[in-house]
């Protein structure tokens, strides 16, 4: 009964039309012995093995992947399940194969306070705004807002900033983009999973998200109700040192000068 709960058409995306993809779909990039990036068409999840060699999962990817996904990190890790998925916030990009893979692999999942209203069927995200220009912008129209429901298999993460089951990682709130939004940060290894507080690629332009092409942007446009909210959490990234910037969208970023000033630049064009 809970997995035909989980597995409603809403969980599901049923209906929606997201033919999008890049060339570096299910690709596998190791950022270091702990912390891998898989590209699943457009978006970005990260695989963490902590120091008791259990793998737990930064966000889930693209509605109807879960099959793909599943059976890539399978491979990857030689049959070896994550227990856990914790997200940086729920839009379908970043949920969109999570109620499945809860399904099939009775994992739990952790959010932040502020977003679980958006995965427990309680509030939908505003809809998309595509007057800018872009191809992907316009697009955006067809994008799916609705939240999911996953019901009781979501738990908020701790108040003190810890990550549960990663010992070194703390969450950093990152809101704009949307109410709950986090980050997640390794600062022995100078490590960020931003999720969509910056991205690298233009993820309004198609030619730049098909061909994965580097620039530091703001979260994209057409998703990002608060932009005053998301200029402040960039300022907040900026505090940070980092030398590997991971985002929900585009390639992984390394050199720590690198990021800085390319942080800097975009904050002070950012129109927020």
């Excluded at 997201?18 to 060339?23: A, D, E």
């Excluded at 699943?40 to 966000?59: A, F, G, S, W």
């Excluded at 916030?89 to 399904?103: E, P, R, T, Y």
Aim: hydrophobic content about 40%.
């Amino acid at each position: 009964m809970e997995r035909k709960r989980l597995l409603n058409e809403r969980n599901q995306f049923k209906g929606s039309f997201l033919p999008y993809t890049s060339f570096k779909n299910r690709e596998w990039e190791m950022v270091n012995e702990t912390v891998w990036v898989y590209t699943n068409r457009i978006v970005n999840l990260c695989i963490i093995q902590n120091k008791n060699n259990e793998l737990i999962m930064i966000d889930a990817g693209m509605p109807k992947d879960y099959k793909v996904i599943m059976k890539d990190i399978s491979e990857k890790f030689s049959g070896r399940k994550p227990v856990a998925v914790i997200l940086t916030h729920g839009h379908f990009d970043h949920v969109g194969s999570l109620a499945q893979i809860v399904a099939e692999w009775g994992i739990p999942v952790l959010a932040s306070a502020k977003e679980i209203p958006y995965l427990n069927g309680i509030k939908d995200y505003p809809k998309g705004e595509f007057s800018m220009k872009g191809l992907v912008a316009m697009l955006s129209k067809t994008f799916p807002n609705r939240g999911i429901d996953i019901g009781n298999h979501i738990d908020a993460l701790p108040k003190d900033h810890s990550v549960p089951y990663l010992d070194d990682w703390e969450w950093i709130a990152t809101p704009g983009h949307t109410p709950g939004h986090v980050s997640f940060y390794n600062r022995k290894k100078g490590i960020l999973i931003a999720g969509d507080a910056v991205v690298t690629v233009k993820q309004e332009s198609f030619v730049a998200v098909l061909t994965q092409r580097f620039s530091l942007n703001g979260p994209p446009a057409y998703f990002t109700p608060d932009k005053k909210e998301a200029k402040k959490s960039m300022g907040k990234l900026l505090q940070l040192p980092i030398d590997y910037l991971i985002t929900g969208h585009g390639p992984v970023v390394r050199g720590q000068e690198i990021i800085e000033n390319n942080l800097r630049e975009l904050i002070n064009g950012y129109n927020g």
